[in-house]
């Protein structure tokens, strides 16, 4: 679980966030909302330890990871192609590969009916199985599936990232992101740059996803879609909503009115209240309850 306790940020005399407590589960669809300047992309950069915070807890579970797309992108190298900076992100897996295939080498080389063959097999059957578990054998086709559907052309894979726009390089981040299957996926503004084709590819991938994804959208159809959680944040204070954008905005707009109406009372009340004072204000018989009332003002 990611857990987020008593989060704090104060950005001058404002309040960005006040002491945000939240408990996130894996596989949860949550929509991050709220008006803009509310601290939602600054809570996602805190969970990711990009932004600082003033005081708070955040507690992820072991072997638990995080994934973060930014709003504004990630740069790519300029150098490689479309699919070898996509392959970038499994580097660990190509380094495992490697070492694999060192040791196969040098069991080659060492004469097996010595212990230091024994071991150096042992050692190689453990590596062996850990490179097959990381899915290396279909890794060249998730990574074409997942660039095809984001809208990439067969053709396009070789070409160098250099000769790609914002909008394309952002699909390619969001790629290499959605290939590392991260524990919690949090996404800033994912839809920005997608085509309805790429969008309606993307909604079906999350849907099926198997961690938790987190996102700060626009989009409300978007929301919809793929979220049934949200969690809102208005003047630093965080409320949360077991249903998707629509639900959000119907429970509260109901708050709203209550709001609305709670104060228009209030307000009936004190009007009352100030005309009783002033019609019985010096009559003497009413003297203990025009003190009683002026007392309510005074609260």
């Known amino acids: ?171 390619i981040a969001l790629a290499k992101l959605l290939l590392k299957k991260p524990t919690y996926l949090l996404l800033d503004e994912p839809t920005n740059h997608l085509d309805i084709e790429s969008l309606q590819w993307m909604e079906n991938f999350l849907n099926s996803y198997e961690g938790a994804v987190i996102v700060v959208s626009h989009d409300r159809a978007f929301l919809d879609t793929i979220t049934n959680r949200t969690l809102a944040l208005r003047r630093g204070k965080m409320s949360d909503y077991s249903g998707n954008y629509s639900f959000y905005e119907r429970k509260w707009e109901e708050e709203r009115e209550l709001l609305i109406n709670a104060q228009k009372n209030q307000e009936k009340e004190l009007k009352e209240t100030e005309e009783f004072i002033e019609r019985f204000r010096y009559k003497a018989s009413k003297a203990r309850q025009v003190q009683s009332r002026v007392k309510q003002l005074e609260k």
């Not at 709220?34 to 708070?56: C, F, R, V, W, Y």
């Not at 997942?146 to 390089?169: A, H, N, Q, V």
């Open 1 to 171: 679980m990611l857990s987020l306790e008593k989060i704090s940020l104060a950005l001058g005399d404002r309040d960005l966030l006040d002491e945000v407590t939240v408990l996130i589960n894996p596989g949860e669809r949550i929509g991050l909302v709220g008006p803009n300047g509310a601290g939602k992309s600054t809570l996602l950069k805190i969970i990711m330890e990009i932004q600082e915070k003033d005081s708070g807890s955040i507690v992820l579970s072991n072997e638990e990871t995080l994934g973060y797309l930014p709003q504004d992108g990630v740069d790519p190298d300029f150098e490689l192609t479309v699919i070898e900076e996509v392959e970038t992100a499994f580097s660990d897996i190509f380094d495992l590969e490697e070492e694999v295939n060192k040791l196969q080498q040098k069991l080659g080389e060492t004469d097996p009916h010595t212990e230091e063959h024994e071991k150096l097999l042992e050692k190689y059957g453990v590596l062996q199985t850990k490179l097959e578990a990381s899915g290396l054998y279909t890794l060249r086709s998730d990574v074409e599936k997942i660039l095809m559907g984001l809208g990439f052309k067969e053709s396009d894979f070789s070409r160098s990232t250099s000769e790609f726009s914002g909008g394309w390089l952002m699909r």
